[in-house]
């Protein structure tokens, strides 16, 4: 066991510095954005202290947000506290917002970082990343690159995302203004159900977002589902009955057995799998039903449910 004192806390002040570092001293290091999360891990014994901490708290670029072509641009040492705050993410980016707010206790938002709760592949914001289509702008030994949430989450499932390249910035592409009589209906939602009502990660968390034209149809719906040990996934077949179905609102039975069939829950100490694909079915197709509803009373404009 290596004694606190033994331990070396880095602060370079540039994302190649950091890397640098990350990669000189290989083995016997961590990146550590907020250390909520690894510092769980330290103390539950399943990961070693290593000698050597590179933090990525002095690094300007990676505390940045701001918005750059209806885009938000964030940078990966944010903290969920300051997303949590900002307009850009509240009003327009709700999907994101409402999981930022569902995590863990205001004191433990202060700290924890959008970056360590994507990184660590398992983190609450994951579904909400899936369905807002964000884009991941990494450093690596091939400089720097951009990789779809997505891409990165298949190549993780895979063992095939490479584990030494630090995450610079996420790209969100954010909800537009719009104009007050707009015929046709955007939603988006998330929702999450933890083992006790709230400060606990998730045991199930879903998001959703799409457009409802005048015609009943339904338009670009993203849906996603995750939570747990369960590493988040878009539900693309539901995705695609629902966008081809005229008369959806009256299939949500099949579209609830479509979400349990795709969704690859794991079953852990707490929850089985079975479990955890029934509350993710059911918890999206109340969010249709929602928005079937709110159709029938001929209501437009912007809704959310968080
Ligand atoms: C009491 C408590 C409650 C919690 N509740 C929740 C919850 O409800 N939902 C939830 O999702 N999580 C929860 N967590 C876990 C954790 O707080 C969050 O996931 C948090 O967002 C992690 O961010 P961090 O900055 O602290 O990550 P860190 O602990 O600093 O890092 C996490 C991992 O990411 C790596 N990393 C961090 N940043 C980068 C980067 N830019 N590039 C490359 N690698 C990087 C680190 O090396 C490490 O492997 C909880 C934790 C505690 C202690």
Redesign the pocket.
């Known amino acids: 066991m290596i004694a606190l004192s033994d331990i070396h806390v880095w602060q370079p002040k540039s994302v190649e510095d950091a890397w640098k570092l990350k990669a000189e001293l290989a083995a016997d290091c961590?990146?550590?954005?907020?250390?909520?999360?690894?510092?769980?891990?330290w103390q539950a014994g399943s990961a070693a202290m290593p000698r050597h901490l590179v933090s990525?708290d002095a690094i300007p670029t990676?505390r940045k947000l701001e918005e750059a072509q209806g885009t938000a641009v964030i940078g990966?040492?944010v903290?969920?506290a300051e997303l949590e705050r900002h307009p850009l993410i509240g009003d327009r980016c709700r999907p994101l917002a409402a999981a930022v707010k569902?995590?863990?206790?205001p004191s433990?938002?202060r700290?924890?970082?959008?970056?360590?709760?994507?990184?660590?592949a398992?983190?609450?914001?994951l579904p909400a990343l899936l369905v807002t289509e964000a884009r991941l702008e990494?450093y690596g030994s091939e400089g720097e690159e951009l990789e779809p949430v997505g891409s990165w989450l298949e190549r993780v499932r895979s063992g095939a995302a490479p584990g030494n390249?630090?995450?610079?910035r996420i790209h969100i592409p954010i909800q537009p203004l719009q104009p007050r009589r707009n015929p046709e209906m955007s939603f988006a939602f998330y929702r999450?159900i933890?083992r006790r009502e709230a400060?606990?990660?998730?045991v199930v968390a879903v998001a959703g977002t799409g457009g409802l034209a005048e015609n009943g149809k339904l338009r670009n719906i993203r849906l996603a589902a995750g939570g747990g040990a369960t590493q988040a996934e878009r539900l693309t077949d539901a995705e695609e009955i629902l966008l081809s179905d005229d008369h959806w609102s009256e299939n949500l039975p099949a579209i609830h057995n479509h979400i349990q069939r795709q969704y690859q829950a794991c079953t852990d100490p707490f929850r089985s799998a079975e479990y955890r694909r029934i509350t993710a079915a059911n918890l999206i197709t109340a969010e249709l039903w929602a928005i079937a509803n709110q159709m029938g009373r001929g209501e437009t404009g912007y809704a959310a449910y968080s």
């Open positions: 961590r990146i550590v954005a907020g250390g909520t999360l690894l510092r769980t891990h990525l990676m990966a040492a903290t969920l569902s995590i863990a206790a433990v938002r700290l924890a970082t959008l970056g360590g709760n994507l990184v660590s398992v983190g609450d914001t990494w390249r630090l995450l610079i999450k933890g400060f606990i990660p998730a």
